[in-house]
């Protein structure tokens, strides 16, 4: 066996290791199509059916191997266990103070009439309102670490009677990550979470977070009730951060201070950390996160906070890479699930590729097909790890499914059973 062979071999027991435990619980049929659509992604990059069809290899007719990963990825709604195994399997690496990025994010589908449940969303790109779904990303990572977990991916739409509202969606989505990770993590959210159902549910679940502010948000202070952008906070400290947007990184010198506040019809105390760029612009965060108002409490809150920007970054590859807005089930069973396995296969190519100490020469060698830059490597390895992965997987002919051995042309001889004690 050469290199090469040796290579997409030990990638596809990798592969088919993690489809084993994310399949837990599920029938025959649901568990060929989850290894199945997770092995296309991998090798194919692309998550149309017929790409995922055609890199399997396999001698069925590829209209028929279409049906079938169509029909199993409809039946049933799998993309909350899928989920939650996801963050069971990553819990272990989810400390106290690791960041839970929570982010909303759009796939347009702008010519699509009869997908089921479609709904209207705003681009986030254009701020056009299209057809499309909304998506529910939550993503960890470490303040200052250039790793990310993918943890959840859920797809959604307000048009389903399923759903219950994006309130619910979101409810749902702390519950379930909170009890699996058994409350560890500090949840940082942008402005499209400043909402009293966020904050109370975060509450009720005891849970940390930094969320930041609507500049008309309504809190209560020292001198009375008044918006966050209106209350008077000393900006007593100075930092530099690294700001990133649209892939490039800058330094930018920050002032910052904070003051404590209270959210209404809430007890507690929290903390308004208010943040004004050299350059223009401010940035309004609160957090029930127990800090001092010092210098490096308070620029943690702040690094927190734009951790987050990362996490743009882990979109945009998922969308690109998997070619997300590409996606054409019919079923919104099989479209829920299919974004749960694209996240699933994020959280592969970080967890089981990107992190994983003993599996850094078989990482090294993916980096080393992807023939990338090395600049670009260090800044965002897991579009590197992915090329590298989808040309490896490339290079094989066989199929997914190996074929099962033929029958043995040996004669099988069964005795029958004596009696105990007696002799042949």
């Known amino acids: 066996m050469g290199d090469d062979a040796k290579l997409v071999y030990r990638l596809k027991a990798q592969i088919r290791h993690f489809a084993a435990g994310l399949c837990t619980g599920l029938t025959a049929a649901a568990s060929r199509a989850v290894s199945e659509v997770l092995y296309g992604l991998c090798k194919g990059g692309d998550i149309k059916l017929t790409s995922i069809g055609r890199?399997?290899?396999?001698?069925?007719?590829?209209?028929?191997?279409?049906?079938?990963?169509?029909?199993?990825?409809?039946?049933?709604?799998?993309?909350?266990?899928?989920?939650?195994?996801?963050?069971?399997?990553?819990?272990?690496?989810?400390?106290?103070?690791?960041?839970?990025?929570?982010?909303?994010?759009?796939?347009?589908?702008?010519?699509?009439?009869s997908m089921e449940h479609l709904g209207r969303v705003r681009d986030g790109s254009s701020g056009k309102i299209g057809n499309g779904?909304?998506?529910?990303?939550?993503?960890?990572?470490?303040?200052?670490?250039?790793?990310?977990?993918?943890?959840?991916?859920?797809?959604?739409?307000?048009?389903?009677?399923?759903?219950?509202?994006?309130?619910?969606?979101?409810?749902?989505?702390?519950?379930e990550v909170s009890s699996e990770l058994g409350g560890r993590g500090i949840w940082v959210m942008d402005r499209g979470f400043d909402r009293g159902h966020v904050f109370k549910e975060l509450?009720?679940?005891?849970?940390?977070?930094?969320?930041?502010?609507?500049?008309?948000?309504?809190?209560?202070?020292?001198?009375?009730?008044?918006?966050a952008r209106d209350i008077a906070v000393a900006m007593r400290f100075r930092a530099?951060?690294?700001?990133?947007?649209?892939?490039?990184?800058?330094?930018?010198?920050?002032?910052f201070g904070s003051v404590l506040v209270r959210l209404p019809g809430v007890k507690e105390w929290f903390r308004l950390v208010k943040v004004r760029f050299e350059r223009g612009g401010t940035l309004l965060l609160v957090t029930n996160v127990e800090i001092k108002a010092t210098l490096k409490d308070v620029l943690w809150v702040v690094?927190?906070?734009?951790?987050?920007?990362?996490?743009?970054?882990?979109?945009?590859?998922?969308?690109?890479?998997?070619?997300?807005?590409?996606i054409r089930l019919r079923s919104y069973n099989g479209l829920r699930n299919m974004m749960a396995l694209v996240m699933a296969c994020a959280s592969f190519v970080s967890l089981k590729l990107?992190?994983?100490?003993r599996l850094q020469?078989?990482?090294?060698?993916?980096?080393?097909?992807?023939?990338?830059?090395?600049?670009?490597?260090?800044?965002?390895?897991?579009?590197?790890?992915?090329?590298?992965?989808?040309?490896?997987?490339?290079?094989?002919?066989?199929?997914?499914?190996?074929?099962?051995?033929?029958?043995?042309?040996?004669?099988?001889?069964?005795?029958?059973?004596?009696?105990?004690?007696?002799?042949?």
């Open 240 to 255: 530099e951060i690294v700001k990133r947007r649209n892939g490039r990184e800058r330094l930018e010198k920050i002032a």
């Open 55 to 113: 890199a399997l290899k396999d001698r069925t007719k590829l209209e028929n191997i279409v049906e079938r990963i169509s029909r199993n990825l409809s039946k049933k709604d799998m993309s909350k266990s899928l989920n939650r195994w996801l963050v069971a399997g990553t819990s272990r690496r989810i400390g106290q103070d690791t960041v839970l990025v929570v982010d909303q994010s759009d796939v347009q589908k702008r010519y699509a009439r």
């Open 203 to 227: 509450l009720g679940l005891k849970q940390r977070f930094v969320v930041r502010l609507v500049g008309n948000r309504r809190l209560r202070w020292r001198r009375g009730v008044d918006s």
């Open 303 to 326: 690094r927190a906070y734009i951790s987050r920007w990362r996490v743009e970054e882990t979109i945009r590859f998922i969308k690109q890479n998997y070619k997300l807005e590409d």
């Open 354 to 357: 990107g992190l994983r100490a």
């Open 361 to 424: 020469i078989l990482t090294r060698k993916l980096l080393d097909a992807s023939q990338r830059v090395q600049n670009i490597i260090k800044d965002f390895k897991y579009y590197a790890i992915a090329d590298g992965l989808k040309e490896v997987l490339s290079s094989t002919s066989k199929p997914w499914r190996e074929p099962k051995p033929p029958p043995s042309p040996q004669m099988t001889i069964r005795f029958a059973p004596t009696a105990a004690g007696s002799l042949m």
């Open 133 to 175: 779904y909304w998506n529910l990303n939550i993503v960890a990572t470490d303040v200052g670490s250039s790793d990310v977990l993918p943890l959840w991916g859920e797809l959604y739409s307000i048009s389903s009677p399923r759903c219950g509202g994006e309130n619910a969606v979101i409810t749902n989505a702390f519950r």
